[in-house]
């Protein structure tokens, strides 16, 4: 069964006030969509290179509150005014159907534990989605299929085609698009979608590799990032999260 709440969709394109504050002491889910991103360990630790940050903190708070401003002036859906960050061994995953992972190819890897990985397969078999984002070329692939594939070592990774419904359920974009990173163009690196799929060829996992949606979020007013890469990544996102939320 189920256990997701159901959403509120209402017609408002009002501005909206964010209070910049981070919790994980999220009350119970309600009506609205609220951002989860999930925190987790690293096999080889903190990354020193980004001053002892965590891997999964890379881009925050930023690029999750500049997406809830996106959200709400680009559509429909209600939101959650506060994102949360909440651990996969944490069982109020469950409450919601759409969490965020970043930066899985890089040092070492996430490091899951037992429970993180029957929670995360609960959670996929259950109807919950998952977006991966920000990793880059055939070494961080290995990195992160290897820890990854814990959780379903019987389901492929297939590629999604650009006539695949997740990219026109809203927007009408033409398949996967390069995100390039805050000065990290790589333009040799083909941007690609590949996804974990369910019995019925429902996608469970949306697998964003060789691009950067976080850095397009996060870099929103930043005039040294190209506005066309960050409209990209709204609209990339935007239809992640409707298929989440309608499927």
């Known amino acids: 069964m189920k256990v997701f709440f159901s959403f509120i969709l209402f017609l408002s394109f009002s501005g909206f006030i964010f209070a910049q504050t981070l919790s994980n ?3 119970a889910a309600g009506d609205e969509f609220t951002f989860i ?25 930023d690029a999750d509150f500049n997406f809830l401003r996106g959200v709400t002036r680009l559509t429909n859906v209600h939101i959650n005014a506060e994102p949360a960050v909440l651990r996969l061994d944490d069982d109020r995953i469950f409450e919601y159907p759409f969490l965020y992972m970043l930066e899985l190819g890089r040092n070492g890897g996430p490091a899951f534990s037992e429970k993180a990985i029957h929670n995360l397969r609960e959670y996929l078999l ?10 880059w070329g055939e070494y961080q692939w290995d990195v992160f299929e290897r820890a990854f594939s814990r959780i379903f070592p019987d389901r492929p990774m ?4 650009k006539d695949h ?6 927007y009408d974009i033409d398949g996967a698009q390069r995100i390039p990173g805050r000065g990290f163009w790589n333009p040799d690196a083909p941007p690609v979608n590949r996804a974990i799929l369910d019995d019925e060829g429902r996608v469970m996992v949306l697998i964003n590799w060789n691009s950067d949606m976080g850095d397009g979020w996060e870099h929103t007013y930043d005039p040294g990032y190209p ?21």
């Open 25 to 27: 002491k999220i009350g």
């Open 37 to 61: 991103r999930i925190q987790y360990d690293s096999v080889g630790g903190d990354l020193e290179d980004f001053g002892g940050w965590d891997t999964w903190s890379i881009d925050y708070p």
């Open 126 to 135: 259950r109807g919950g989605f998952v977006l991966v984002d920000d990793f």
């Open 158 to 161: 297939v590629k999604l085609e």
């Open 165 to 170: 419904q997740i990219f026109h359920i809203f």
């Open 227 to 247: 506005t066309q890469y960050a409209n990209l990544a709204y609209q990339l996102g935007i239809n992640y999260l409707i298929y989440a939320m309608t499927h």
